[in-house]
């Protein structure tokens, strides 16, 4: 080549640089990915509500009809489900608080010391990809010796969504080759809306509105730093909400019947620690006699559940279904749920069989890199989540997930997955 045509060639080669910078760095092509889950969204919420920011999802993304959560249908099983792809019986979080016969008492931990199984955040860092979260259950602590890049710690609720959408933006800041490629965040949703007043009363909207308002400051924070092309947003929900006035106390039962037996319990699932099979039977007896209760010995236990964790699981597991819900155990939340069922107020509760319940079913929304604009998906679970992520950012998923790619993507993004299963 003569030296006029290097000259030539270097000079368009500058100008390329120049005038095209998204070309200039190979990473900066690299794709991102940004899970947001609101708390408590059930997946008929957002239906014509005049939501801009949902609106838009719907217009220029996608969304599926549902999402199943995991059961029990509660915040912490389904965040973990979420980031590792898998059940409560195997990645362990089978409650948001719950009794472990080695580790002993969890109570709303945020130690990923306590995950069973890989969180998606590890995955992406397992395979040299930087991830970040800004409150996500179990993402406070390494999970064996990976941990976010970057993340917002500790948790704490007073912690605004505009302090989370600033912070998701300064990320997507930071240089193409040291920003995060995955960013997870939990938002506040209208979960405590919900508990209190119900899934369909004004506070619950007023609550689903605020968030909307955040989405879109969202969006709009992407569309001017012209990260459609590369990045793909997906907003979730950990389960759905609906009406309870009605509280059982799953001890009374046993106390008149003297039973002294280790009992742990949330809102929707109550365990008996026994090893004696008499008193297991006449465990199962007592709590079956209970209105709106079905009790298991855990060998009994329905498959579908994926609940039978060998250190987490009562001996006997007591079910409660709507508009029934286990009495709280501190006295003055115990008093005012009595009250309110006195009274007949209706409020909200969840952590129901997803299976047998509709209204346990939360929201998938997806817009950007690789997905079909226009399009609604069929129902789709908590446990496809991770995985659909990981192919997006081209890794392998978390190591135990046992989802699949939810139905959304592209053409040219099955083709690009094709080629690496191939």
Known sequence: MSNAKVRKFAFFSLLVLFCFPSYSLGGNDKSIVIIISMD?????????????????????????RALLPVFPSSTFPNHVS??????????????????????????????????????????????????????????EGNWRGY?????????????????????ILSWLDRDPEERPRLIMSWWHGNDRAGHHSGPESKESFDALAEQDRHLLQLLEGIDVRNLWSKLTLFIVSDHGMTLSNVTIDPLKILKKQSLKVKVSYGSSVAHAFVEDLMIRDKIVTLWNSLPHVTAYDKKDLPVHLRFRHPDRVGDV?????????????????????????????MGGAHGYDPHKFPEMHGIWYA???????????PPARVVDVAPSAARL??????????????????????????????
């Open 40 to 64: 408590g969204v059930r997946h008929d919420a957002v239906n014509n509500m005049g939501l801009p920011g949902f609106e838009r999802l719907r217009k220029e993304g996608t969304y599926a």
């Open 82 to 139: 979420l980031a590792t792809g898998t059940f409560a019986d195997r990645h362990g979080i089978v409650g948001n608080k719950f009794y472990d016969r080695i580790q002993g008492k969890f109570s709303y931990e945020n130690d990923a010391f306590w995950i069973q199984a890989e969180p998606l955040w590890a995955a992406c860092e397992r395979q040299s990809v930087p991830s970040a979260t800004f409150f996500w259950v179990g993402s």
């Open 147 to 167: 941990r976010p890049t970057f993340r917002r710690s500790p948790f704490s609720s007073k912690v605004g969504e505009k302090e989370k959408v600033s912070q």
């Open 317 to 345: 597991i007591a079910l409660v279904e709507p508009p029934a819900r286990f009495a709280p155990r501190k006295v003055v939340e115990r008093g005012l749920a009595t009250l309110g069922s006195l009274v007949g107020r």
């Open 367 to 377: 817009k950007g890199r690789g997905i079909s604009p226009g399009q609604v998906v």
């Open 393 to 422: 950012l081209d890794i392998l998923p978390p190591r135990h997930s046992e989802g699949r790619r939810i139905a959304a993507f592209s053409g040219e993004a099955d083709a690009r997955i094709q080629d690496r299963e191939e």
